[in-house]
């Protein structure tokens, strides 16, 4: 009976040192709780890997929350920025948006024959036309804003609702970090490289370990 006793102890022992070993080992290599290993320097770790699989993730999923815009997102763009700012030319929201100016005159015509948006005279030199929205166009950008936001918060699933906040914050902070430091934006010459599938990594997350 002693024996018996005596061998559960041990085996009890060695299993709590093993646990104790594995915790320090996740410590030490610094898994954390989506069970990616931040010292492993893995695919997943990768800043640019990471960006451009989440703008992936955005573009598939956005697509049908803003189909009933015309020009897509970039036409979803052109009214957030004309209803929100100050009123430009159409080449000056080319350059806010980073959207090549070719491409910007199909995503203001496909507005504008919808009724969604106006180009009107500048007050005070009639050479210039600023885009302005219609009620029509405020209305469409009311709706696409709630059925974006249901893809983002999709998209954002795995974050708590602060911690989601908390990265669209960051986020912009970032780009717009970015954009005062290049100065105006480029005209997007390369889109399609950024459009290249990304592949999902090779599974280098360890097993969910059972607590029960």
């Known amino acids: 009976m002693r024996k018996t006793i005596f061998s559960g102890y041990v085996l009890s022992m060695t299993s709590s040192s093993s646990a104790a070993t594995r915790d320090r080992a996740d410590h030490d290599r610094d898994v954390d ?4 290993d931040w010292g492993s320097g893995g695919i997943e770790t990768q800043f640019g890997w990471s960006i451009q699989a ?7 999923t956005a ?3 803003v189909a009933d815009v015309p020009g897509g997102p970039r ?3 052109v009214l957030v920025a004309i209803t929100t700012e100050e009123a430009s030319s159409q080449l000056a929201l080319a350059q806010r948006l980073g959207i090549d100016k070719t491409q910007m005159t199909y995503v203001i015509d496909a507005l504008a024959a919808g009724g969604h948006v106006e ?3 500048h007050p005070r030199d009639r050479r210039v036309r600023h885009v302005v929205a219609t ?9 696409a804003r709630v059925a974006l936001g249901e893809v983002e918060d999709e998209l954002m699933h795995d974050l708590a609702p602060a911690e989601r ?3 669209r914050r960051l986020l912009a902070r970032v780009a717009v970090g970015i954009g005062e ?6 005209e997007q010459t390369d889109v399609a490289r950024l459009e290249q599938p990304v592949a999902a990594p090779h599974r280098s997350r360890r097993p969910a370990r059972r607590t029960t």
């Open 33 to 36: 709780a989506s069970g990616i």
């Open 54 to 60: 989440v703008y992936q993730g955005f573009v598939r």
């Open 63 to 65: 697509q049908t929350a």
């Open 75 to 77: 036409g979803y763009q």
């Open 119 to 121: 180009r009107q005279p």
């Open 135 to 143: 009620d029509a166009g405020r209305a469409l950008l009311a709706t």
């Open 165 to 167: 906040t908390a990265f």
């Open 181 to 186: 430091a290049a100065g105006p934006a480029a």
